[in-house]
């Protein structure tokens, strides 16, 4: 076993010494926040137009004659301006003059990319008039070398932003990899 030798710090050895510490230990805290707090507000993707037209391909359709809901099955893709997002089955809700997509519900499997971030999660809930659009179960949200873990994610499509709630939890890479 090699032989470890530690020695106090010179006086001069030790300012030039303390003053990384004590930038490496701020860091540390600062960014160990989003880990402890129970709610982080980031930047997500790019801005959206949660009034631009939306698409969406499935491999089944079945519409409700009672509520004139739709729902679409099997490898669903939503597209609306720059984001995109994907599940096993969406269910889209028109307004009451049957007009208007008022909001989408989709489970199983959920991806979210708008730009260069993607997120994952069991369900997500697009409120389309407002263009609020929430995340939620096992939340996943991946930003360059970045992750960020939470309960749920609220996203503002038409700011660009999401709130993360609920036991938030970041991995922040040290090397770029």
């Not at 037209?53 to 679409?72: H, K």
């Not at 997120?119 to 409120?127: G, H, L, V």
């Not at 939470?150 to 499509?157: K, L, Q, T, Y």
């Given at each position: 076993?090699?032989?470890?030798?530690t020695h106090a710090p010179t006086p001069r050895r030790g300012r030039a010494f303390a003053r990384p510490l004590a930038a490496a230990a701020g860091l540390v805290l600062l960014l160990a926040a989003p880990g402890i707090?129970?709610?982080?507000?980031?930047?997500?993707?790019?801005?959206?137009?949660?009034?631009?037209?939306?698409?969406?391909?499935?491999?089944?359709?079945?519409?409700?004659?009672?509520?004139?809901?739709?729902?679409?099955?099997?490898?669903?893709?939503?597209?609306?301006?720059?984001?995109?997002?994907?599940?096993?089955?969406?269910?889209?809700?028109?307004?009451?003059?049957?007009?208007?997509?008022?909001?989408?519900?989709?489970?199983?499997?959920?991806?979210?990319?708008?730009?260069?971030?993607?997120?994952?999660?069991?369900?997500?809930?697009?409120?389309?008039?407002?263009?609020?659009?929430?995340?939620?179960?096992?939340?996943?949200?991946?930003?360059?070398?970045?992750?960020?873990?939470?309960?749920?994610?609220?996203?503002?499509?038409?700011?660009?932003?999401?709130?993360?709630?609920?036991?938030?939890?970041?991995?922040?890479?040290?090397?770029?990899?």
């Amino acid at each position: 076993m090699p032989r470890v030798q530690t020695h106090a710090p010179t006086p001069r050895r030790g300012r030039a010494f303390a003053r990384p510490l004590a930038a490496a230990a701020g860091l540390v805290l600062l960014l160990a926040a989003p880990g402890i707090a129970q709610e982080t507000t980031v930047p997500f993707g790019t801005q959206a137009d949660s009034s631009a037209p939306i698409e969406v391909q499935s491999e089944t359709l079945s519409v409700s004659q009672d509520d004139g809901a739709a729902i679409f099955e099997g490898n669903v893709l939503v597209e609306q301006d720059n984001m995109r997002l994907s599940a096993a089955r969406v269910e889209v809700i028109y307004n009451e003059t049957q007009s208007q997509i008022a909001s989408l519900a989709a489970s199983g499997g959920v991806t979210l990319v708008s730009g260069d971030d993607a997120a994952e999660a069991e369900r997500a809930d697009y409120d389309v008039t407002s263009g609020a659009l929430v995340l939620s179960g096992d939340v996943l949200l991946v930003r360059g070398p970045s992750t960020i873990a939470s309960e749920r994610m609220r996203v503002d499509v038409d700011a660009g932003t999401a709130q993360l709630e609920g036991r938030v939890r970041t991995f922040l890479s040290q090397d770029g990899d």
